[in-house]
């Protein structure tokens, strides 16, 4: 634990008047879960809307409900994405089929999604990674004609638009996360959007059988939340970020998670969602539209992923090779740069899934687990901590100071970059 200026991978917006204000909820009640409800079946033009306890929560929602309708029992997810997208599908009961990703665009490698797509397959989760709009379009004319269904995987992407259109509008059914590290959050927190009404009723029998959370889930959550609004600051996140015990950014896969209804109290903080929620995106464009500029001005061993309508939940960035990535992580972390490794593995290599997965490689992915790096975008950095990053990126990743300067902190770097923080957007 170093005392210094230290910043986290991501900021969500987060009001302490709300947040304080969100208390009296604690008797439960459910005026705000019916307001925010409407709005977002509103604003994105959905059957209807859903809201239950995490994004986990509500891609597991979403397949039992396919689930329901199907004898299909495939599901087609990225190679490369966070961990609780497959421990929702093996929770829900279904199995993972991998498809391996394209790591200019971090979207599908279509030619090999093309094969894996055939009569077993029950759905395809396209995934919006770090706010970067993959071609769910493209994905629903693969899938049409062959009667597989799309599922958007919007978590990273609250607030994202691709060509006019709202993400989380594409698919046939989407969900968000209200996670700690995401667009925006409420702690823990999952939305589910419907398109037509066919599946709005299939998810909404599976949401009938949903229990409320606990009381006591919703007072820790509530309690979690307010240690972050207090710590997220980088004047203080050197506390929380060095107590190991918290397993800040960790991505695990599990599948003992709870599937509950969002309960009032965080429905509460979610009010005035809209108006948050694109302050929040837009400091991020501008703030990752100047590293992109920043970084085109430097060595060239580093390309920014970005579309010109991306969020930016964080920044993108792939390097040469794994040893420039390892270099650049372990001086971010001596420095307090929040730069993030993101997910320590291609899903393939999850222990968990041996035998449940086709055992073959997927390039792609692992060359994105060896270059990418992605850059904070949130509001507290400033001008000095674009500086400091940028200047990570133009050290040569094999010159002398590409060695942090003392040996502790070396080992204690090494460590942390094998536990490897997925930014707490985990
Ligand atoms: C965070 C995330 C999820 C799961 O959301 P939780 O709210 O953390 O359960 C799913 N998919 C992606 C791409 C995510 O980043």
């Given at each position: 634990?170093?005392?210094?200026?230290?910043?986290?991978?991501?900021?969500?917006?987060?009001?302490?008047?709300?947040?304080?204000?969100?208390?009296?909820?604690?008797?439960?009640?459910?005026?705000?879960?019916?307001?925010?409800?409407?709005?977002?079946?509103?604003?994105?033009?959905?059957?209807?809307?859903?809201?239950?306890?995490?994004?986990?929560?509500?891609?597991?929602?979403?397949?039992?409900?396919?689930?329901?309708?199907?004898?299909?029992?495939?599901?087609?997810?990225?190679?490369?994405?966070?961990?609780?997208?497959?421990?929702?599908?093996?929770?829900?009961?279904?199995?993972?089929?991998?498809?391996?990703?394209?790591?200019?665009?971090?979207?599908?490698?279509?030619?090999?999604?093309?094969?894996?797509?055939?009569?077993?397959?029950?759905?395809?989760?396209?995934?919006?990674?770090?706010?970067?709009?993959?071609?769910?379009?493209?994905?629903?004319?693969?899938?049409?004609?062959?009667?597989?269904?799309?599922?958007?995987?919007?978590?990273?992407?609250?607030?994202?638009?691709?060509?006019?259109?709202?993400?989380?509008?594409?698919?046939?059914?989407?969900?968000?996360?209200?996670?700690?590290?995401?667009?925006?959050?409420?702690?823990?927190?999952?939305?589910?959007?419907?398109?037509?009404?066919?599946?709005?009723?299939?998810?909404?029998?599976?949401?009938?059988?949903?229990?409320?959370?606990?009381?006591r889930e919703v007072l820790k959550n509530w309690l979690e939340m307010?240690?972050?609004?207090?710590?997220?600051?980088?004047?203080?996140?050197?506390?929380?970020?060095?107590?190991?015990?918290?397993?800040?950014?960790?991505?695990?896969?599990?599948?003992?998670?709870?599937?509950?209804?969002?309960?009032?109290?965080?429905?509460?903080?979610?009010?005035?969602?809209?108006?948050?929620?694109?302050?929040?995106?837009?400091?991020?464009?501008?703030?990752?539209?100047?590293?992109?500029?920043?970084?085109?001005?430097?060595?060239?061993?580093?390309?920014?992923?970005?579309?010109?309508?991306?969020?930016?939940?964080?920044?993108?960035?792939?390097?040469?090779?794994?040893?420039?990535?390892?270099?650049?992580?372990?001086?971010?972390?001596?420095?307090?740069?929040?730069?993030?490794?993101?997910?320590?593995?291609?899903?393939?290599?999850?222990?968990?899934?041996?035998?449940?997965?086709?055992?073959?490689?997927?390039?792609?992915?692992?060359?994105?687990?060896?270059?990418?790096?992605?850059?904070?975008?949130?509001?507290?950095?400033?001008?000095?901590?674009?500086?400091?990053?940028?200047?990570?990126?133009?050290?040569?990743?094999?010159?002398?100071?590409?060695?942090?300067?003392?040996?502790?902190?070396?080992?204690?770097?090494?460590?942390?970059?094998?536990?490897?923080?997925?930014?707490?957007?985990?």
């Amino acid at each position: 634990m170093k005392l210094q200026r230290t910043l986290p991978p991501t900021v969500a917006p987060i009001s302490l008047r709300g947040l304080l204000g969100a208390a009296v909820r604690l008797w439960g009640g459910s005026a705000c879960r019916d307001r925010v409800r409407q709005e977002l079946k509103a604003h994105f033009g959905a059957a209807d809307a859903f809201l239950v306890s995490s994004g986990k929560a509500a891609l597991t929602v979403i397949l039992r409900a396919l689930m329901a309708r199907s004898t299909r029992r495939r599901v087609v997810i990225p190679a490369y994405t966070c961990f609780s997208v497959p421990s929702a599908v093996v929770k829900a009961g279904v199995d993972v089929v991998l498809c391996d990703v394209e790591p200019s665009t971090l979207d599908f490698n279509y030619s090999e999604l093309e094969r894996l797509l055939d009569d077993r397959v029950l759905c395809v989760v396209s995934t919006h990674l770090f706010g970067h709009s993959s071609d769910v379009n493209r994905v629903k004319r693969l899938c049409q004609e062959k009667g597989i269904l799309v599922v958007e995987d919007a978590a990273q992407a609250f607030g994202g638009r691709s060509e006019n259109a709202l993400l989380g509008s594409l698919g046939d059914v989407s969900f968000f996360s209200l996670g700690r590290g995401k667009n925006l959050t409420c702690g823990t927190g999952g939305v589910i959007l419907a398109k037509s009404a066919a599946l709005a009723q299939a998810i909404s029998e599976q949401f009938d059988e949903l229990e409320e959370s606990p009381r006591r889930e919703v007072l820790k959550n509530w309690l979690e939340m307010l240690a972050m609004r207090l710590f997220i600051h980088p004047a203080v996140y050197w506390i929380p970020s060095g107590l190991p015990f918290l397993r800040l950014g960790e991505t695990r896969f599990y599948t003992d998670f709870q599937v509950y209804r969002m309960d009032e109290v965080r429905a509460h903080q979610l009010l005035g969602w809209e108006k948050r929620l694109r302050q929040a995106n837009e400091e991020r464009i501008s703030c990752a539209n100047s590293f992109i500029h920043g970084l085109a001005e430097s060595t060239g061993n580093a390309t920014p992923i970005a579309g010109k309508e991306s969020v930016f939940l964080r920044l993108p960035v792939l390097v040469k090779d794994r040893a420039m990535k390892q270099s650049i992580c372990r001086r971010s972390q001596v420095v307090g740069a929040g730069l993030s490794p993101n997910y320590p593995a291609t899903i393939q290599e999850i222990p968990e899934l041996a035998g449940r997965i086709e055992a073959r490689g997927v390039p792609g992915a692992q060359s994105v687990v060896e270059r990418l790096v992605t850059l904070p975008t949130h509001r507290y950095v400033r001008n000095n901590d674009r500086v400091k990053i940028l200047e990570l990126f133009a050290m040569n990743s094999d010159s002398p100071l590409a060695t942090p300067p003392t040996g502790t902190d070396a080992d204690r770097d090494a460590d942390s970059l094998h536990a490897c923080s997925a930014g707490h957007a985990g």
